[in-house]
């Protein structure tokens, strides 16, 4: 099994940036891409983006291109999300996720998950 941890969250002002990491432990050999999924108050938890370990194009979630950056350091078994001109909107907690399979958009498709961090942003 993989274990992750995410870090980087906290309080911002809109407008502003934050970098969120994943790191990774445990089995990290079995796994093939890591997610970033958020979930706001009162609403189901969506897709941010994935990128794959061995290589390729990170993908995103249409609205979430432009402003998040996913990108990953293999040594450090890290994935990192940074999120640019944040929005009131953003405010959420975020999650990674990985799998050993085709990464998608469905949180079905994931094996393990981080326990989540809270981004919160002010106007």
């Known amino acids: 099994q993989v274990h992750l941890v995410e870090s980087g969250g906290g309080l911002v002002q809109a407008g502003g940036r934050l970098t969120l990491s994943c790191a990774a432990s445990?089995?990290?050999?079995?796994?093939?891409?890591v997610a970033w999924f958020r979930q706001a108050p009162g609403k189901e938890r969506e897709f941010v983006a994935a990128?794959?370990?061995?290589?390729?194009?990170?993908y995103y979630r249409g609205p979430a291109k432009g402003r998040f950056t996913i990108s990953r350091d293999n040594p450090k078994n890290t994935v990192y999300l940074q999120i640019d001109s944040l929005e009131p909107a953003d405010t959420a907690d975020y999650y990674c996720?990985?799998?050993?399979?085709?990464?998608?958009?469905?949180?079905?498709?994931?094996?393990?998950w981080g326990q989540g961090i809270k981004v919160t942003v002010s106007s």
């Open positions: 996720a990985e799998t050993s399979g085709p990464a998608t958009m469905s949180p079905r498709s994931y094996d393990s």
């Open positions: 990128i794959t370990w061995r290589g390729g194009a990170p």
């Open positions: 445990g089995r990290t050999n079995s796994s093939y891409a």
